[in-house]
């Protein structure tokens, strides 16, 4: 089963930028459809951005579109998501999560899609 690892989080002042990283337990990682979403206190989770198996398709919410940026190091079992000009409306726990039935060049923003997810690791951005 895979297992997906994430890290990067903390606490940053708006404008600012992080680096988040996820890190997969199989070699099979290509094969799998790769996306970060992100829950709020109180709120539902969300879809922010999704890489397709070979990086060709890239999907983001509106909300985050122009400031985040995703990416994947399939050899090194990786995913990323650049935040850049962060907002407090940002703060959130930020979920890697995999989908390994994705058609090709479908990237889904449900969360019932990804078969796969990470315990979450916190982001938090003050005024």
């Known amino acids: 089963q895979l297992q997906l690892v994430e890290s990067g989080g903390g606490a940053v002042q708006a404008g600012a930028s992080l680096r988040l990283s996820c890190a997969a337990s199989?070699?099979?990682?290509?094969?799998?459809?790769m996306a970060w979403f992100r829950q709020a206190p109180g709120k539902e989770r969300e879809f922010v951005a999704a890489?397709?198996?070979?990086?060709?398709?890239?999907r983001y919410a509106d909300s985050v579109k122009d400031r985040f940026t995703i990416s994947r190091d399939n050899p090194k079992n990786t995913v990323s998501l650049q935040m850049n000009s962060l907002k407090p409306e940002d703060t959130a726990v930020y979920y890697c999560a995999a989908d390994r039935r994705a058609l090709v060049g479908v990237l889904s923003t449900h969360i019932g899609a990804y078969d796969y997810w990470g315990q979450g690791t916190q982001v938090t951005v003050s005024s």
């Open positions: 890489i397709s198996r070979s990086s060709g398709n890239l």
């Open positions: 199989e070699s099979t990682f290509s094969r799998y459809t």
